[in-house]
C-alpha cells in the first residue's frame, strides 16, 4: 500500500498543509496509514483513498459549500459506509446548497444534509434515449403503414384495370 507523506499529499490535492492538519483534528479527513497522535516527529501518512477524499473536499469547498456542511454530508456519508466501497460507486452532486450522493447502481439521488432524504432525479439523458427510441419505433410504423396503404391502392388500381 502507498503512503503518503503530508507534504505529498498536499501537493497531489491542492490542500494546503494547514488544512490538513485543520481537517484531521476535526477528524473531516484523516490519514489512514498514520496518524500523530499528538506526538511532534511523527508523520501523518495518506493511503490513495485518503488523497481522493482530500480532493473531493477541496473541490467542493472550491464549488461553494461552507466546511460545515461538507462536514455533515462526509459524517452522514461515513454512518452509511457510502465511502467504504468502490470510488467509482460513490458520485457527489453539489447545487451550492446541499450536496447529493448517487447510487449509481440503484439510480438513486440522497441528500447527504438531509440524512439520506431521497431526492428528486431526472436523469435526461435516460430519457432522451428512451424518446429517441419511441420515435424510431413510431417512425418504423409509420413507413410499414404508409407502405401498406400504397400496396392496398395499387392492388386495388391493378384489380380495377384487369
Known amino acids: 500500500m502507498d503512503a503518503f507523506t503530508s507534504h505529498q499529499a498536499s501537493r497531489l490535492t491542492g490542500c494546503t498543509p494547514r488544512q490538513l492538519r485543520y481537517w484531521d483534528q476535526i477528524e473531516l479527513v484523516s490519514p489512514s496509514i498514520q496518524r500523530t497522535g499528538g506526538r511532534s516527529g511523527v508523520p ?3 493511503s490513495f483513498r485518503d488523497l481522493v477524499a482530500l480532493r ?3 473541490s467542493l469547498l472550491d464549488g461553494g459549500m461552507s466546511l460545515q456542511r461538507v462536514r455533515r454530508a462526509f459524517e452522514y456519508l461515513r454512518q452509511n459506509a457510502d465511502l ?3 470510488l467509482s460507486e460513490v458520485k457527489l452532486i453539489t447545487d451550492g446548497v446541499s450536496i447529493f450522493k448517487v447510487a449509481r447502481r440503484r439510480g438513486e ?8 432524504q431521497m431526492a428528486f432525479f431526472v436523469a435526461i439523458d435516460q430519457i432522451a434515449l428512451a ?7 413510431f417512425r418504423r410504423d409509420r413507413d410499414q403503414f404508409v407502405r401498406a396503404l400504397r400496396d392496398a391502392a395499387r392492388h386495388v388500381r391493378d384489380e380495377a384495370q384487369g
Open 131 to 137: 424518446v429517441d427510441e419511441e420515435v424510431t419505433i
Open 44 to 46: 501523518r501518512l495518506y
Open 109 to 116: 439521488v440522497v441528500d447527504a444534509l438531509r440524512q439520506g
Open 56 to 58: 473531493v473536499v477541496r
Open 84 to 86: 467504504e466501497g468502490h
